[in-house]
């Protein structure tokens, strides 16, 4: 019986060892459909020759998150404007904070001449929308998120349809004059790989814990002392923030500071930095409604939320 008593206090130890996952997110950029130039003629020339209207298949890899298509607009029938969407998302992606709405208004898109038309279809109604239902006494469906209406050029974002095969209906809404489009598509893609972790990590981790486990019963500065050992043996940024949290409690707030300036920039190099930064705030939270005048926890609640974007 002793026996089983001490597995099951491992077991709920190890759920309790702070950040620490077995796991690393593996984010990749996918290039769907590479820069392609695609000429429309208005709607009442192409009675009588060529199409005003498209489509292009979109079939998402598995794992995806998020996915994009910008396109931009010129005059005349040849030549494909060069978007370079997979370069900048890829270059986004490398920035720990990843892609946010302020970067993602970074990209840059040749500038348009002349408005189209994006519509985000299923099947059925990507059919319906190329022979023109709508002008007919007929209708088609669209996702609004994906699609974009009387645009130049455009970055769109779609993170609400992430699996299987969905149709971007492309369509001149000009009566007489053509339009020349050039369009890219680009999926996020994460994916969960194992951590291979050295003895001297397992062990920072298991004195990582033993910290938490006293800081959540008071023990404040037992909990520094656990996490100096911790990394002593392997230097991890949530247990410097373990430590950080420790010393605000027990009114060091300036070397909570210090400590956790350096957990953030260990944090930035070690995997999900994302998902560690959150945690931080959520046990800063916590910490606050124990001590409510707890000095220096909302400068550096403010620092991390910097780091998080």
Request: glycine share 8%; with cysteine.
């Amino acid at each position: 019986m002793k026996k089983n008593y001490i597995i099951t206090f491992i077991f709920l130890f190890l759920i309790q060892v702070g950040y620490s996952q077995d796991y690393e997110i593996k984010t990749e950029t996918k290039q769907l459909i590479e820069s392609r130039s695609i000429y429309l003629n208005g709607g009442l020339n192409a009675t009588f020759g060529g199409q005003s209207r498209t489509y292009l298949q979109v079939d998402l890899p598995p794992n995806t998150v998020k996915w994009y298509y910008s396109f931009s607009t010129k005059k005349g029938k040849s030549g494909t404007q060069n978007l370079n969407l997979a370069i900048q998302l890829t270059g986004m992606m490398s920035d720990p904070s990843g892609i946010t709405s302020s970067t993602l208004s970074a990209i840059k898109v040749p500038d348009g001449v002349a408005s189209a038309n994006i519509y985000l279809c299923d099947r059925p109604n990507i059919d319906k929308f190329l022979s023109k239902k709508d002008l007919y006494g007929g209708s088609y469906s669209y996702n609004m998120e994906g699609s974009a209406q009387s645009t130049k050029q455009a970055v769109v974002e779609i993170d609400d349809i992430r699996t299987g095969t969905v149709y971007l209906g492309l369509k001149n809404p000009s009566t007489n004059n053509g339009v020349n489009i050039s369009i890219e598509v680009v999926a996020i893609t994460e994916k969960r790989v194992p951590i291979v972790k050295s003895d001297s990590q397992q062990k920072a981790e298991l004195y990582g814990g033993l910290g938490w486990t006293n800081f959540e019963n008071g023990n404040y500065e037992k909990c520094i002392e656990f996490c100096d050992k911790a990394n002593s043996e392997y230097e991890l940024g949530w247990v410097l923030a373990n430590k950080g949290l420790a010393q605000l409690m027990t009114d060091k707030e300036s070397e909570a500071m210090e400590t956790y300036i350096e957990a953030i920039t260990l944090i930035k190099k070690q995997p999900n930095p994302g998902y560690v930064f959150g945690e931080m705030i959520k046990d800063i939270d916590n910490a606050k409604n124990l001590k409510p005048n707890l000095n220096g926890a909302d400068e550096i609640k403010q620092l991390i939320e910097m780091q998080r974007g």
